[in-house]
């Protein structure tokens, strides 16, 4: 790949919330999938992180993620209705504009979609997105914005001028 076709690519972080990958029970196979889904979608892959359930978890994590970052930042997992899936609860607590139109795109990929509570919006100059913790169903998610994405990112850093 030349200079600037790697100057084109986006940047992206990846974050699980789970109790369970925290803890050692569980492996963090949506994380991982995510990741590599975006290498192949043509992003950055610059960070990995994993943080505790929890309102107050998620937002830190997040705060820590989009703090000085310019692009895309999904999170896997807490999405649901067990008691600790607060990551829309942190992800509402950090962000400054929600993305509704990005979350309900994402619901609407699949009939499970509408279980999910994910949110979507901007902090700085980062788009945050929530995706559940099934790793077809985070896949699945993305994939259903992931073509406007490019475009969003450009618009929030001020570098799309073609509207």
């Known amino acids: 790949m030349s200079a600037s076709m790697a100057a084109d690519r986006q940047q992206a972080k990846v974050l699980t919330c789970s109790d369970g ?53 999904v999170s896997t997992g807490g999405t649901g209705f067990a008691p600790r899936d607060q990551t829309p609860e942190g992800t509402r607590a950090v962000i400054e504009r929600e993305a ?26 980062a788009i945050i997105v929530n995706t559940p913790g099934s790793t077809k169903g985070c896949v699945e998610q993305l994939d259903a914005i992931l073509d406007v994405l490019p475009h969003a990112l450009r618009l929030l850093h001020d570098t799309d001028n073609s509207h």
């Open 100 to 125: 509704p139109g990005l979350a309900e795109a994402m619901r609407l990929c699949n009939p499970l979609g509408r279980l999910s509570r994910g949110v979507a919006g901007i902090r700085g100059n």
């Open 21 to 73: 990958v925290i803890r050692g029970t569980r492996e963090d196979k949506s994380g991982a999938a995510l990741a590599a889904y975006l290498v192949v979608a043509g992003f950055d892959v610059v960070e990995q992180q994993v943080t505790a359930d929890g309102a107050d978890n998620v937002a830190a994590a997040l705060m820590e993620l989009t703090d000085g970052f310019a692009g895309l930042v």
